[in-house]
Nanobody, 123 residues
Framework: QVQLVESGGGLVQAGGSLRLSCAAS????????MGWFRQAPGKEREFVAL????????NYADSVKGRFTISIDNAKNTVYLQMNSLKPEDTAVYYC????????????????WGQGTQVTVSS
């Protein structure tokens, strides 16, 4: 089992920044990649970004490229999502997830999920 706990969500004005954190514990060695997803009201959960535990390779959704940065602190078993230039359409619950697969961008490729943290961007 892998336990994931997100933090750092909140309310911010458009153009502002937030940093989300995801603390991982348990059998983290079973996971190859860590990802962030988000789900807005009435919409499907969508991929945001991923990073490899060991190689640090990253991948981003087109909608966040150039604004969001995913990073990892292996010593702390923590993954971060730095979100800059936030837009109202970024409003969603953000979820951290762990996958046993490289370059996993599909929801079904992740087998552990956090409880989510709300991000609200006001216009």
């Amino acid at each position: 089992q892998v336990q994931l706990v997100e933090s750092g969500g909140g309310l911010v004005q458009a153009g502002g920044s937030l940093r989300l954190s995801c603390a991982a514990s348990g059998r983290t060695f079973s996971s190859i990649a860590m990802g962030w997803f988000r789900q807005a009201p009435g919409k499907e959960r969508e991929f945001v970004a991923l990073i490899g535990w060991s190689d640090g390779n990253t991948n981003y959704a087109d909608s966040v490229k150039g604004r969001f940065t995913i990073s990892i602190d292996n010593a702390k078993n923590t993954v971060y999502l730095q979100m800059n230039s936030l837009k109202p359409e970024d409003t969603a619950v953000y979820y951290c997830a762990a996958s046993p697969m490289f370059r996993a961008t599909l929801r079904g490729e992740y087998d552990y999920w956090g409880q989510g943290t709300q991000v609200t961007v006001s216009s």
